[in-house]
């Protein structure tokens, strides 16, 4: 709105007169330039969900580990006990010790099997995107689901496999896939590296195309064979990703549940427990939530030496 | 134009602001029930279309039935305790009221009347629920299992009788098994079949877990020969993939023509009677007339099973603690009970020995009358001493079975026996 200043002769001057919510805006416009509120109002969302759905329960699950909360029993505390007692239970042991087995052989093949699969994806034939895309599946598809059709090829009575390694003469009893712990564990394995290779051919496969194909022609010329191209020009270029995807593998290998818990429930005799499966049958069906807390907290130390050490790793190759 | 007043008397506002308070079914009340898949389908048809409607139009309140798989209930108690929201009923196997009991309304009330309405409980329906003078649950039925076989397939290997004696048995499944129709049992972790397979082995061979007194004695020379016993029978007379078997598997083998016997509760036998004409034999007769049932035959020191108790615990985080009382009277009442256990047709035994004598018994066929008075040779995990919360953990944490099958997977008996008493002293102190 304009207006001619009071006592203004024949509207020669005319100024604009401060608009009602113009101090306002004015006090938000000094609030948003001071950048540390600013970032504080930015962040406050953030803070609020990690804070109530990442941090809140972690420090539940710590006092549960320090109490002995039962189901249904408030807790008291208990210090270091769980600790102690799960230390001591040859569950555990063999829990803590399959957990190690199973991360560091699923990583392994994961990291095999994606990478071959990258190069392989990585070159030019028909029907590339289809394939990229259907490789994809086992990713895609809800873990339960896919876990429950393993169990069913690998069922000890009515295996598929079985009955194609039988009818085609490869076998002349059983393969005991499930009810056998170490055939058990194995088959874990496999599953787990059947569900999680994609993850790792796709992202390889992203730091394969950031490659200039320039050098492989440069060390082409220098008379490097396919082998020598791939050690000395794919691999050191390829490391840093490499280490993330390996880094996430190995976090989510370590704390695996579903795959466990559906396959083979922990079994036969605890022989293909997990540290998370064997923390939900103490904490989630015996009712022992202090115990069971405990148990799934050997996890963290672990994972956070194993990120510590590659992230470090990771920044060391950076700044080389 | 239709006027408030008329308006209100049609909708039935006027009488409820009249009286002060809300209807029946507008008050919130809704009960929540939450059982297993029951092995006979029929059973939850026959609640969920019949019984519940009518506890509904009785009670005037809304009963909903959930049903899911027997292996996910302790983790789904568990949920509901800590949350202090979920079912409003919830069943029970085995011993579990004790390792929930601080969750557990009082049901003592309604224990009691039931004892006295259908004549006094079965041992093990008693001592699953009952905490010193507190019943922690309603005992609701119990599952007798006993050992369902192919007679033929055992005559053809000159077995007419079912077998007395675990030697027997371990016999004459050895020539079944060079057969290709091994004995199919589980050892795995999974609710009935493992543990109503593994503690009647500890006791026939005269082992327990405890003593009277509650002292491990686990770490006997009479486990050690179970073990071995075990270890034996399993290499010579049983099916070795079992160890991954859930509840369901033996089941489906022994239909299938897979295994030639296996402990079970009656579905085996009622689902081949009703479903006789798919369910045939290598001939293409009915299986279900080849199939008999017998008992554990005997060990050293007899021949006891475990029969298991099933309860219904009333939760104390209830809203509806009347309303909740008052549906399971109804429910486990006489009345509505025996149109259940009907349907069940021996699959599930009361609690009470009242159920020994329904004339249901009459009309079942003979292999089926060995589930009459099943339940009455059972004892209950913990024995000798109570089965009390520590064994609940003893029982979730398949340490009993576990020591079968580590040593049916190469363990020595010795150190199998060994681990398992060490892991009982750590639970049981």
Known sequence: MKKPIAGGTNGAVVVALPHPRTGQTRRLTRFLENERLLAGVLLAPTVLLLGTFIAYPFVSGVWLALSDTSVGNVGHFVGLRNFAKAWDDSIFQQAFRNTFFYTFWATIFKLALGMWLALLLNRSFRGKRLVRASMLLPFIIPTVLSTFAWRWMFDPTFSVLNWLLFKTGFIVTKIPFLSDGVYGMWCAIAVNTWRGMPFFAITLLAGLQTINPDLHEAASLDGANGWQRFWHVTWPLLKPVTLVVVVFSIIQTFSDFQLIYVLTGGGPANATHLLATYAYQIGVATGLLGEGAAISLFMLPVLFIVVWVQLRYLRRLEGA | ?429
């Open chain 2, 1 to 429: 134009m239709m006027e408030r007043r008329t308006f209100l008397k049609i909708t039935g506002v006027a009488g409820i602001l009249a009286a002060h308070r809300a209807p029946a079914f507008a008050q919130g009340t809704k009960l929540h029930l939450l059982r297993w898949n029951d092995f006979i389908p029929a059973c939850d048809v026959t609640l969920r279309q019949q019984l519940l409607p009518e506890a509904t139009k009785a009670l005037g309140a809304e009963i909903q039935l959930e049903t899911i798989n027997a292996n996910d209930l302790q983790p789904r108690i568990t949920a509901a305790v800590q949350s202090g929201n979920g079912a409003d009923i919830i069943m029970a196997l085995h011993n579990w009221p004790h390792l929930y009991k601080s969750a557990m309304a009082d049901v003592t009330d309604l224990a009691e009347w039931q004892a006295k309405e259908q004549g006094g409980y079965y041992a093990q329906s008693e001592q699953a629920v009952k905490d010193g003078k507190r019943y922690l649950a309603l005992p609701w039925s119990i599952s007798g299992l006993q050992m369902a076989y192919r007679r033929s397939w055992f005559v053809e290997v000159g077995q007419t009788t079912w077998p007395k004696t675990l030697e027997q048995l371990h016999q004459v499944g050895m020539k079944l098994k060079k057969k290709g129709r091994p004995i199919g049992q589980t050892l795995a972790h999974t609710f009935g079949d493992a543990p109503a397979w593994s503690y009647p082995m500890l006791w026939n061979f005269g082992a327990a877990e405890r003593d009277r007194a509650g002292k491990v004695v686990l770490d006997a020379k009479q486990t050690v020969e179970s073990v071995k016993f075990m270890q034996a029978f399993w290499k010579d007379a049983c099916d070795e993939g079992a160890l991954a078997w859930d509840d369901t598997n033996n089941n489906r083998a022994f239909l299938s023509g897979e295994i030639s016997a296996t402990l079970n509760g009656a579905s085996i036998y009622i689902a081949a009677k009703r479903g006789q004409d798919k369910i045939k034999d290598e001939k293409g007769e009915p299986m279900v007339r080849d199939i008999d049932h017998g008992p554990i035959p005997n060990g050293p020191a007899g021949s006891w099973g475990y029969h298991i108790p099933f309860s219904h615990m009333l939760m104390k985080y209830s809203n509806n603690q009347k309303l909740a009382k008052d549906f399971l009277k109804w429910l486990h009442g006489k009345e509505t009970f025996t149109r259940w256990f009907e349907v069940a047709e021996g699959f599930s035994v009361g609690s009470t020995k009242y159920w020994e004598q329904h004339p249901m018994w009459n009309k079942v066929d003979d292999a089926m009358k060995i589930y009459r008075q099943a339940a009455g040779a059972s004892r209950m995990v913990g024995y000798a001493g109570p089965a009390d919360a520590k064994a609940g953990e003893v029982y979730s944490k398949y340490i009993i079975t576990d020591m079968y099958a580590k040593a049916v997977q190469g363990m020595s008996a010795e150190d199998a026996v060994k681990w398992a008493a060490a892991e009982l002293k750590k639970i049981y102190g």
